[in-house]
């Protein structure tokens, strides 16, 4: 049989921030208490990571466990590889999402979680069909697989780049109607809507540390990477935690290790140590590939660029244009919130919002890592590179890779690129050319 | 020629047409027209019609149209439709349109609206949502507040109000059209032999450029020429082909099939020319009668959420029954999420029903047919000689 293997990481011994150590501690409590849920009387809801109604699902007892973040975890422990191939084996295109593949793959493996305990079947799949069609199709298929109870949350597209009075009415009779009642019902425990309210009083208050976090690259140098380290930095408020307490003490600890970098006038942290000297702030567009996430990095910081925005940070809740979690509204809140995620938002929104980043930021440039098997991201990436060069005057880069599958992540084609694009930067800044998109 | 090659001719004339002269003609026979132009798979065509506009349907270039600047706006690795249609556009072929509508059905379309807003500013640009939520008072009042956005918008872009009368001609009209499309497809299944497969993609495929009154015509003409049609009935399998719903097969591949020893007996091409099962009353109001249509009677395809695990894939079991078919070909587009979604879970249900298929993927612009042929051939063959019936 065919082997996927991918090269180790960069360093075996990697520099973590107390932070980090928290969300380390974060994660294995999560995963310990998905695997021993069953046990310990806990019923489990699967359910998607853009317009997760975390708050929700805390109020009804479940445990939330996020197919996307595991396939994530497949792809970063270097197994997706295999899951995904076992899914093509089982009929699976070689075209489609190799999130969905890597999961699928990962249940006919066994399924078991990054503790090494089997995942427990989900009592319930919560489908919150917020801004990417696969969501759809792959909650079908986990169905076929659990033969569970499926609750159905439709989000509207923001086709004409705005939230009506009508999606946000037809987001909260759908939860009002429908998926509150049966959450109910196979949890067995009654809607309190104060409990809601409180959890999103929690979510507001890790909102507000997370922007702040993030805006913190406005900073020369920028005391933290927003792509690469950003996505150790939304792991918590996008997964399992948002409006817990533990959110908002990891985002104050967080903060707090910021705050003291801007001070010291330090860059970001890497996974091998302190950034060297910021040569280049780049926007990033589009998610990260997982496989050989830490190499992908490097590239990065070797040439000392750091990514000062990102529009996949944003895929799990956009916070940065003023929105947080409103107890005042519960159910409206939770319907804005679903309806502003960064890919339900058409493309002339992400477009300006991009162009924001370029100038909020001070960019030198947008690189668009394109994802083979996403459409939702990928499809208009080109145009979006266009308009940004543009209206920004700043030449774009195009690199293209997958989520978790290695055989889509060509490092040398991939730094080749990087540098040339570094290069045309320099040039660009020199004056000696026009930006043409590397 | 006789009055059935006549028809056929000038279907195959309307399809080959990427500069759309009919719909331009229509447009400048009276001053102040509109078309709006709809991509796949559903939007309701009445409300257009009401504004007194023509709906045209756009399918991407095809295999005749040579693709330049649509691959600069897209990857290699994003199915072909998008990347003719822009250039549908920027090659000025669609500069007569006015309005142009783009249908939930993936993230393709959903990012090519986005596009067309950036692209063509001057366009009445519009993502045509619906609900995946089939209740009465949750989907059905959020869709039927959507048509009226549309009414709106077309009414804006019309110059002129659509009032409830109009939309009631034009759902009856359209509930001809459908009936008659569904005739035509009745009479396939029952005689394939009089009604070769690729006749009847551009019979119904030219609904999609000509007025509504005018193709109903053209039907019944073609019914009543092609019952008359003396052909021989071959020893073929009969099939069902499923997955071909968005971006459209060449032409070569519908009469491949048939020359692979396959007649087709249903597909899921051009859909909105039969999406509503049943006629909408046109008793009420329009629009709510149009959304529960769309809530209760509508077609199932890989677009639409199917909210039970008992349901999935049953509308094909169900189609294969009430066709006669002895297996079904799933003909999907290159990188179509929803059809290679959805595709696993079709195949399951049919294993449970003891349905036998194969599966191939193609572009609007394929042209090597042979191993197409060579693969619906074997199929039919092992139909033939091996099936239990």
């Known amino acids: 049989m065919t082997e996927i293997t991918t090269p180790k990481g960069a360093s075996p011994e990697v520099i973590k921030d107390d932070s980090m150590w928290k969300q380390k501690e974060m994660m294995a409590g999560h995963y310990d208490r998905i695997t021993s849920a069953h046990e310990n009387g806990l019923k489990v809801c699967n359910t998607f990571v853009p317009g997760n109604l975390n708050e929700l699902i805390r109020c009804f007892g479940l445990v939330n466990n996020l197919p996307e973040v595991n396939a994530i975890q497949s792809g970063l422990r270097k197994k997706s590889g295999n899951f995904v191939l076992e899914a093509e084996k089982h009929g699976h295109s070689e075209d489609v999402c190799t999130y969905v593949k890597s999961d699928i793959g990962m249940m006919e493996k066994g399924n078991i979680a990054p503790n090494g305990k089997k995942f427990p079947d989900p009592d319930v799949l919560l489908l919150s069909y917020t801004g990417c069609f696969t969501f759809m199709k792959w909650f079908e298929l986990l169905r076929e697989q659990y033969d569970c109870e499926t609750i159905m949350l439709h989000t509207p597209y923001e086709g004409d780049g705005k939230i009506t009075k009508n999606m946000r009415d037809y987001m909260v009779k759908q939860l009002k109607d429908d998926v509150i009642p049966k959450l109910e019902r196979i949890s067995g425990v009654k809607f309190d809507i104060d409990l809601l309210r409180e959890n999103l009083v929690k979510s507001a208050k890790a909102e507000e540390d997370l922007v702040w976090v993030l805006q913190s690259a406005k900073n020369k140098p920028s005391p933290i990477d927003a792509y690469f380290g950003g996505i150790y930095y939304i792991g918590p408020i996008f997964g399992a935690f948002r409006g817990t307490d533990d959110a908002i003490e990891y985002y104050k600890l967080l903060r707090a290790e910021v705050e003291a970098r801007v001070k010291a006038g330090r860059g970001p942290v890497t996974p091998d140590g302190d950034m060297g000297k910021e040569k280049y702030r780049i926007v990033v567009e589009g998610p990260p590939n997982y496989t050989s996430f830490r190499d992908f990095w490097k590239m990065f910081y070797d040439e000392g660029a750091v990514v000062v925005a990102s529009s996949y940070t944003k895929v799990g809740g956009v916070y940065d244009f003023g929105f947080r979690h409103d107890p005042t509204n519960p159910l409206e809140s939770l319907a804005d919130y679903c309806l502003g995620v960064y890919t339900n938002l058409n493309l002339p929104q992400r477009v300006d919002m991009l162009e924001n980043y370029m100038n909020e930021y001070e960019a030198d440039g947008l690189l668009i890592n394109s994802i083979k098997s996403c459409n939702s991201f990928s499809a208009g990436q080109l145009l979006m590179l266009r308009e940004i060069e543009k209206r920004t005057g700043k030449p774009g880069g195009f690199v293209e890779s997958d989520l978790v599958d290695p055989r889509y992540f060509s490092p040398a084609n991939i730094k080749n690129r990087l540098e040339s694009y570094f290069q045309m930067i320099d040039q660009k800044r020199s004056g000696k050319t026009k930006g043409v998109a590397a | ?389």
């Open chain 2, 1 to 389: 020629m006789s009055a059935l090659e006549k028809i056929n001719e000038r279907c195959l004339d309307l399809f080959e047409d990427l500069h759309f002269k009919a719909a331009r003609e229509w447009k400048a026979a009276e001053p102040g027209r509109k078309v709006v132009g709809f991509m796949p798979v559903y939007v309701p065509r009445e409300i257009i019609h009401a504004a007194g506009m023509l709906p045209l349907g756009i399918t991407g270039g095809g295999d005749q149209m040579e693709v330049i600047h649509g691959d600069a706006y897209y990857q290699s690795y994003i199915c072909r439709i998008p990347r003719s249609t822009i250039e549908l556009g920027v090659s000025g072929r669609l500069d007569f349109v006015d309005g142009m509508l783009f249908p939930s059905i993936c993230d393709v379309i959903r990012n090519l609206s986005g596009m067309w807003k950036l692209m063509f500013p001057n366009v009445y640009t519009r993502y045509f949502d619906v609900p995946q939520n089939y209740i009465d008072d949750i989907g059905g009042n959020y869709y039927t507040q959507e048509l009226a956005e549309l009414v709106e918008g077309l009414e804006e872009l019309g110059g002129r109000k659509i009032t409830e009368e109009q939309l009631r001609n034009s759902i009856a009209l359209y509930n001809e059209n459908r009936a008659l499309v569904r005739e035509v497809y009745d009479f396939r299944s029952k005689q394939p032999w009089k009604a070769p497969a690729a006749d009847v993609y551009l019979l119904v495929r030219a609904g999609y450029v000509l007025p509504v009154e005018e193709h109903n015509k053209m039907i019944r003409e073609w019914l009543t020429e092609s019952e008359k049609v003396d052909r021989p009935l071959r020893d073929n399998c009969r099939v069902i082909v499923a997955g071909l719903f968005c971006e459209q097969p060449p032409l070569n591949l519908i009469k491949s099939l048939e020359l692979a020893g396959c007649y087709v007996v249903d597909d899921d091409l051009l859909l909105v020319s039969r999406w509503l099962l049943e006629d909408v009353p046109l008793e009420g109001d329009p629009l709510h009668n149009l959304s529960q249509a769309f809530l209760h009677h509508s077609e199932e395809t890989s677009a639409k959420y199917v909210p039970t695990l008992a349901e999935k894939g049953q509308h094909l079991v169900r189609a294969v029954a009430k066709r006669g078919a002895e297996g079904v070909i799933f003909a999907s587009p290159s990188f179509c999420d929803p059809a290679l979604l959805d595709r696993p879970m079709l195949q399951s249900a049919l294993k449970k029903a003891n349905i036998p298929f194969i599966a191939f993927k193609y572009a609007e612009n394929s042209g090597q047919m042979q191993p197409i042929r060579e693969q619906a051939g074997t199929f039919a063959d092992s139909i033939k000689l091996w099936s239990e019936a």
